[in-house]
RNA sequence: GGAGGCGUCGCCUAGUCCGGUCUAUGGCGCCCGCCUGCUAAGCGGGUUUGGGGCUACAACCCCAUCGAGGGUUCAAAUCCCUCCGCCUCCGCCA
């Protein structure tokens, strides 16, 4: 949630921003009608309120008389107040609503518009030429007997599979590679509940537009979650942290579940695009002024990952209005796929300043008053496609795969994926 | 899943039976000051969080906050209901 203060000072940076991310900027002069409609109500309730608690302090001492005569009096004024106090709730409720409807202002940073108006930040590697044809991570994976995706159908439906075999293995390799690399960095390494209560989705903003993306358990208050930043946002909610603690970094280990609702006919095949695959997720709370530094090392921290599998890739700094609700600025690290003949998202990292923290009540003490902290997320890896990638890009003729060298102590030295068959 | 116990402003704790003098007690820790060759001790003061008013975003005043949400009442930490969490025992289980 943005800071009310900015909005009370400085409507039309609100609406400026607004506007950058292709939404209308109407929702400022409500939340702005708001936020003066609850101020008053506040002021009547609590000015009534002093009067009762005031009137009820006679009460307890006065005898007789005087006492059934303010009786009568405080009798008159409770239901006043109970009246005045639901509606200074309703006036919350509606400026709550009004303010939390409203996106983080995108950085100057980012390119306006939407999808399609991402800036190319930097080319790294080459995609590379083959002088054979390159199968698709599909058939490579059924030959190597890595991926599963008839009896994934079988057995959960599309856009499900089974890691078998060297599939099994190179998972537990790129997760344990990415821990090392993140310990090694300084990160403490965190398994998270893959189930979060309503408040830790709503809190990082799942809760929104992007509702439909996500599975809900029914009969219970219980979501899944597509990331472990909610959990992990989460982690630290109505806690004051030390301000020398700061910051604060975790990878953290999940898997992620997405209904990729509106996305039918896109990437049907393979394991691009899934209902569930696992994730190392690099998650920081820093300050807000220390935040865009700390962004820039959480893609330093990405990009040294993808090197390391010897990829080719591409970082985009994400348009305004694809941002989603939470980031101030996203960079994207798009991976080439040979056999697409196009750069896919493989990683991506968000800075989302103090939204998040503000809506989940994580603070540090400050000398004038307690100050929300920032938080940034970064994907070391998202299994599946980093597979793909992998697969596709050093692939040989015979469909075997060359093991970037980074990677084979985590595969007991392997050089080489050979097919089963 | 069953039975019982518990949840108070960083930590511990008084208060809850019997509603008003609770503006929530005391200790520890922490902060400021005093005292003091130094340290320790001692003395005095301060120390939840969120919001509103007024403002310099200070000081000050007010409202809410005793796990959460409802209810009863002129008045709730205290009485009633629902929920959540923790602990102990039993059952079940990876």
Redesign the pocket.
């Known amino acids: 949630m943005i800071d ?2 900015l909005l009370r000072d400085d409507p039309d940076r609100i609406r400026a921003a607004q506007v950058k991310r292709g939404l209308s900027p109407d929702v400022v002069d409500r939340a702005l009608a708001a ?1 003066e409609a ?3 109500a ?2 009547t ?3 009534r ?2 009067e ?6 006679q ?3 006065a005898q007789g008389e005087e006492k059934t005569a ?2 009568a009096r ?2 008159a ?2 239901a006043e ?2 009246e005045l106090e639901a509606a200074q ?1 309703a006036a919350e409720t509606e400026w709550d609503e009004a303010l939390r409807s409203i996106p983080n202002p995108a950085a100057d940073e980012s390119p306006a518009g939407g999808e399609d108006d991402f800036v190319v930040l930097e080319h790294v590697g080459t995609p590379r030429e083959f002088d054979f044809e390159p199968r698709d991570h599909i058939e490579l994976g059924r030959m190597l007997g890595a991926i599963d995706l008839e009896r994934g159908a079988k057995v959960s439906g599309s856009r499900f599979y089974f890691l078998t075999g060297i599939g099994a293995q190179l998972e537990l390799a790129l997760v344990n590679m990415a821990m090392d690399q993140a310990r090694n960095a300084g990160f403490t390494q965190v398994i998270a509940p893959s189930l979060v209560k309503p408040r830790a989705m709503e809190g990082t903003g799942f809760l929104g537009q992007a509702a439909d993306d996500v599975y809900r358990i029914e009969g219970e208050d219980l979501y899944l979650v597509g990331t472990s930043e909610v959990p992990m946002a989460a982690y630290h909610s109505d806690e ?1 942290l030390d301000a020398g603690a700061l910051p604060l970094r975790y990878s953290a280990f999940s898997p992620c579940f997405r209904k990729e609702a509106g996305s039918h006919g896109k990437d049907t095949k393979g394991i691009i695009r899934v209902h569930w695959f696992d994730k190392v997720e690099m998650f920081v709370l820093t300050t807000v002024e220390e935040s865009y530094a700390e962004h820039q090392r959480l893609l330093a921290w990405e990009k040294e990952f993808l090197d390391k599998l010897e990829l080719a890739y591409r970082v985009i700094d994400v348009a305004a209005g694809d941002l989603g609700l939470s980031a101030q600025r996203k960079f994207d690290c798009e991976a080439w796929i040979p056999t697409q003949g196009k750069y896919r998202e493989l990683t991506s990292t968000s800075n989302c300043t103090d939204f998040q923290s503000r809506r989940l ?1 994580i ?1 540090t ?1 400050g000398e ?3 100050t929300p902290v920032a938080t940034l997320n970064g994907t070391l890896t998202a299994i599946t496609r980093t597979i793909v990638a992998i697969l596709e890009t050093h692939q040989q003729a015979d469909g075997s795969v060359r093991v970037p060298e980074a990677l084979r102590p985590y595969l007991g030295g392997l050089e080489v994926l050979k097919p089963v068959s």
Request: no cysteine; hydrophobic share 30%; net charge positive.
């Open positions: 009310a203060r936020d609850r101020r008053s506040i002021a309730y609590e000015s309120r002093a009762q608690k005031s009137l009820g302090k009460v307890a001492q303010l009786l405080t009798k004024l409770s107040v109970k709730g004051i009540d603070r003490r004038s008053g307690n």
